[in-house]
Each structure stands twice: as C-alpha cells, then as structure tokens.
C-alpha cells in the first residue's frame, strides 16, 4: 500500500543495470573496482588547472561512444548524454528486454542529470567572444540540456511513454528511481529506464566549486582526497559517469520470464528549507526523507542492513547524515553497515545515486558490502560502522540509498533482495 494514498499500488522491481564511472566502463568492472577498494580520482589533465584551488577529479575512462552510436550521433551528443546512453543500453541488454514485444507506449525513461552539458556552454562562450555568433554549433543545444539524455535514451530505443528529467542536484539519480517507483507503482508505465548521468569536469564548475570550498584541496594525493566521515576530511572531489536501472512493474518482469535483482520498496523526499548548500545540522530533513521511505515501504528501521550513504566527505555533510541516520533508525543505527562508494567512484553529482543503487544491489546479490576508503581516523561525530578500507561479507536484505542535493533536498529509496516470492 502506498502510504499517501491508501490505495493499492503495483510491486516494482530491478532486473537490469547498466554503468559508466571513473573504475570502469560497465557495472562488473564498477563493481570490481569497489571490491578492491580503488580509487579513480587522479590530477586534471583537460585544462590548466595551476591556479585552480583544486586540480583532481575522477574521470571516465577509455569510453568509446561508438560501441553503442553511429558515428554522426556521437558527435551530436555531448559526454554526459553518451554516458547516459551507454548505461540504458547495459541496462536493457542486461534485463533482457525484447523490444518487440512491449507495447512501447508502456515504457519509459527517467533519466537526469545536476548539471547537464555546461562543458558546451563554457566552450561555445569560447567560440562566439573569438569568433562571433556565426560560428556557434548549431549542435549546442540538444548537447547541452539537462533533458537531453532521456530524451535521447527514448530515441535510440523508441520509448513512446513517459519521459521525463528530473533535477534535484546531487539528489538527482535517487529522485529518477523514486520517481520511476511512483509512475510504475500507479499504472503510468510498465518499463521505465531510471537513472542519472553527468560529465562536469569543467573549468567554470571546478573552479566556482572550488570558491565554495567544497571541494578537497589535497592536490598532492588523489588517491586519498575523499575521504568520507574520517575526522581529516577536507571537501568532496567531482566525478562523471552514468548508471542507470530498468525498473518495471512486478507482473510485467514475471510474464516476460525476467530474472529480477531487487525490489524497489520505498521512496522519500523532503526538504531542508534552510540553505543553498549547507544541509540542516541536526539531519532532520534527511532523516525525515529516510523515515518517509521506509514508511512507503512498510519496512521496520531494524530491517535495514546496509546503507549506500550519500557520504560526499565534506565536513558538514558527513556528520549531518550520521545524524539523520540516528534520527531515523534510532537503536538500530548501531547495527547498521554504511558506506560511502563516493571514496572511490568520486562524486557523480546526478549520477551519484544510480551508482550508489547498484553497488546496493550488487551487494545484495554477492554478500559482500563495499568499503569507505581513505578511513583512516575515526571522527567522534560520525560514529557509525562505515566499512572503513576493505570489503566486508554481510548478508543484505534491505538497504537503504541516500542522496542530498544543494538546496536541502533529500532523497532516499529502500531497495529489498529479491527472494522469489
């Protein structure tokens, strides 16, 4: 049952993943990476970064767009939509999905992104102070809205039903599969393609972000920049990739013979209403998000297992989301797993919860929970179990995936092992 609405809703469910990060171009080499504890943050090499406060980032690797676009299409696509594009196409393949037998007005695409194609903006601004207005790309639009991936997505497939791009900052890949959850749960679709997606690794971004002092300075020693809810922590480090999942309904996933990953259980969204990137200190929008969706999902905060924490590594965030944590699990936050993959993905920014999701669900299906790297001294306000430096075998049930966005958004969805019944 829906808790807004009293009425019945649809079983919704996972049965297929698809990602591009900085550890790899798919989601077992993603996942590997994890295991292993890597890190892909390494020094910036597409620009001068000399004066920039911070010079390192987690880039996507030795991605070839042409694995999954013709030539002409990949040069009209800016990265963060080919990224988008080569996580659908993962997804669908890895669900097993036979286009032609679904009604394609039945599937959708919900798919965002925080900061869309701004490396487009900052070089076309290049183009028309140089060179005038003659020579900007005629191209330049569809690369740079935040739209564009979804909207992409359901060209390349032909997805004749809902397409939409939510926004909602770092938040953004949450919202995607929360909202997913709600359009198939009520009837609106049967297949929807939910994710997030990001490339912005971009002069203007790195350096504002850097203003901000959100971001690690620690230039000299990329591999141990971000270092979630350890008491040195010094900022975040920004990353791209994608990750997107194939959520549909449960009586769809059965009659087409699905093999099915997960459940998706619950959803929340709330927000801080306090400030334009500080989060409230007492985590208490967070916890409200994290509280709402195990309500949604009728799931008991002890149930929880494991959560895919939002864990940014910048010092406020950090201890805000141990707090919600406590606020919304009370006891049974001793018990629970946290772990941040932002320590070794980066931060992904809209692509962040996608990435957050998977790891989840990979660590459902393989017992093994992925670490907080870079843990080396333990803050005493962020006194949680965060899986410091090495995998851990644990048996997971339920988790829990969070992501908090600037402006106080809160976003959070229960994911539950599927266990075939």
């Excluded at 929360?178 to 009520?186: D, F, L, Q, S, V």
């Excluded at 141990?322 to 001793?334: F, V």
């Excluded at 962020?382 to 809160?410: E, S």
């Amino acid at each position: 049952m829906g808790i807004h609405s009293g009425i019945s809703r649809r079983r919704v469910v996972v049965t297929g993943m698809g990602a591009v990060s900085s550890l790899g171009n798919d989601v077992g080499s993603t996942w590997a990476g994890m295991l292993r504890g890597e890190c892909g943050v390494e020094p910036i090499t597409r620009f001068d970064t000399s004066d920039f406060p911070c010079s390192i980032a987690a880039p996507v690797r030795d991605f070839d767009a042409l694995e999954y676009l013709d030539a002409r299409e990949a040069r009209r696509m800016s990265p963060f939509v080919q990224f988008a594009v080569a996580a659908a196409a993962q997804a669908v393949a890895d669900a097993g999905l036979d286009w032609g037998s679904e009604d394609m007005t039945r599937v959708g695409a919900e798919i965002g992104s925080a900061v869309g194609g701004t490396g487009v903006v900052e070089d076309q601004f290049q183009v028309l102070s140089e060179s005038g207005p003659r020579k900007v790309s005629p191209t330049a639009i569809p690369a740079m809205l935040v739209s564009m991936p979804a909207c992409f997505v359901a060209i390349h497939h032909g997805i004749l039903g809902p397409v939409s791009a939510p926004v909602a900052a770092c938040a953004t890949g949450v919202v995607a599969i929360g909202e997913a959850m709600h359009r198939i749960g009520r009837g609106d679709a049967d297949v929807i393609l939910a994710g997030g997606t990001e490339s912005a690794i971009t002069p203007v971004i790195i350096s504002a972000f850097g203003r901000m002092g959100a971001v690690s300075r620690r230039n000299d020693t990329p591999k141990r920049a971000i270092t979630p809810f350890d008491l040195n922590r010094d900022g975040t480090v920004f990353a791209e990739g994608a990750g997107v999942l194939v959520v549909e309904s449960l009586d769809h996933a059965r009659a087409r013979g699905s093999r099915i990953l997960a459940e998706v259980k619950g959803y929340g969204l709330t927000c801080d209403a306090h400030h334009i990137s500080a989060p409230l200190e007492d985590g208490s929008g967070a916890a409200r998000a994290m509280s709402g969706a195990l309500a949604d999902a009728g799931v008991e905060p002890r149930a929880v297992d494991y959560i895919a924490a939002h864990g940014t590594g910048t010092p406020l965030n950090d201890v805000m989301e141990t707090r919600a944590i406590r606020a919304a699990l009370g006891e049974a936050a001793d018990h629970v797993l946290v772990s941040s993959v932002k320590s070794m993905t980066g931060h992904a920014i809209g692509a962040a919860g996608p990435l957050s999701a998977i790891a989840a669900i990979k660590a459902m299906e393989d017992g093994v929970v992925p670490p907080t790297i870079g843990l080396e001294t333990a803050d005493p306000e962020c006194d949680l179990d965060y899986v410091p430096n090495a995998a851990r075998k644990a048996d997971t049930r339920v988790a829990l995936v969070n992501g908090f966005g600037f402006g106080g958004q809160n976003a959070c969805v229960v994911l539950e092992r599927w266990e075939g019944e």
